[in-house]
C-alpha cells in the first residue's frame, strides 16, 4: 500500500499489519528527507519490503535517497531508454555510474561500518521504474533490456492522462496498454507491478502476470473511513456537507 501522509507512527502501522510491501512516497505526498529517514527508523524490524518514490529522476536527490538508507526505489515518470539509464547511473558509483561519495557520512553504510560497503553499494540497491505515458508503453522493451532496472511498475493514471482519458483508469485502452507491459515483463524475466485500488481489477492484473499491487493509501483508508463514520452518526448541517467539530 501506499504510505503518504508523512507519519512514522502511520507508517510504524502499515508496516506491522501483514502487507507484503509499502511504497513511501515523495511525488505527491508531503514527504521530505527527513520524514522519509524517520518512516525508514520506524518500519525498520518489520517483515515488509519498502520501496520509495523521489518526486523526480534527479541524480542528487537519488543519491541523497540512498546516503539516508533507501534500498528500494521507484523512479517515476521514466519515458525513455535515456531516462531508464540515467536512473540507473544514479545509483553507482563511478566507473559505473555517477552517485557521488559520501558514505563516510551516510547511513547506507552505517556511517563506514559496512565492511566494502563501496564495491557492493550496487548489490543493495534496487531501481524499479514507472511506466505512465503512451512513450513509456511504446518503448517498454527497450526501457526493461536496460542493465540495472531490476523492475517496471504501471500508473494507470498518468497513462490515461497521456492516452486522453483522464480520470478513466478503468478504460479498456489503458487496461490493455497495461496488460502490453506485464507480458513484455514477463518475456523480459523482470517483475513488474501497477497500481488497482479496484480489488477486482487488481486480481484482473495478478492473473495477467503482476508480481505485485498497490491496493490501497493510509490517507485513503484515513478518508473513506473518516467519512464512513460521519454519514453513520452525523446529520448534515446544509445539503452534504456535514457538521465541523
Not at 505527491?28 to 527527513?34: A, D, F, R
Not at 555517477?98 to 563501496?118: D, I, M, Q
Not at 504501471?154 to 492522462?161: I, K, N, R, V, Y
Request: proline share 6%.
Amino acid at each position: 500500500m501506499w504510505v503518504c501522509s508523512g507519519s512514522p507512527l502511520i507508517a510504524e502501522l502499515c508496516a506491522g499489519s501483514g502487507l507484503d510491501w509499502l511504497l513511501v512516497d515523495a511525488e505527491h505526498s508531503p514527504n521530505g528527507l527527513e520524514s522519509i529517514l524517520a518512516q525508514l527508523q520506524a518500519v525498520n524490524g518489520y517483515p515488509v519490503e519498502v520501496l520509495v518514490r523521489p518526486p523526480v529522476n534527479d541524480t542528487v536527490l537519488i543519491k541523497q535517497y540512498l546516503d539516508l538508507g533507501v534500498q528500494n526505489l521507484l523512479v517515476p515518470m521514466v519515458n525513455s531508454v535515456q531516462e531508464a539509464e540515467a536512473a540507473v547511473a544514479a545509483t553507482r558509483y563511478p566507473p559505473h555510474g555517477v552517485r557521488g561519495v559520501g558514505s563516510a557520512l551516510a547511513r547506507a553504510s552505517r556511517w563506514n561500518r559496512v565492511p566494502g560497503y563501496l564495491a557492493r553499494a550496487s548489490e543493495t540497491v534496487s531501481v524499479t521504474v514507472q511506466i505512465e505515458s503512451t512513450a513509456a508503453v511504446e518503448a517498454v522493451k527497450e526501457i526493461l533490456a536496460v542493465d540495472g532496472v531490476d523492475g517496471i511498475f504501471l500508473g494507470p493514471s498518468d497513462l490515461a492522462a497521456s492516452m486522453g482519458v483522464l480520470g478513466q483508469q478503468e478504460h479498456p485502452k489503458v487496461r490493455a496498454a497495461v496488460e502490453h507491459c506485464l507480458a513484455a515483463a514477463k518475456t523480459a524475466g523482470k517483475p513488474a507491478g501497477v497500481n488497482a485500488f479496484n480489488p477486482a481489477t487488481a486480481r484482473s492484473y495478478l492473473a495477467a502476470g503482476a508480481a505485485f499491487v498497490l491496493v490501497g493509501a493510509d490517507v485513503a483508508i484515513l478518508a473513506r473511513g473518516s467519512e464512513a463514520l460521519a454519514a453513520a452518526f452525523t446529520k448534515p448541517s446544509d445539503g452534504e456537507t456535514p457538521a465541523s467539530y
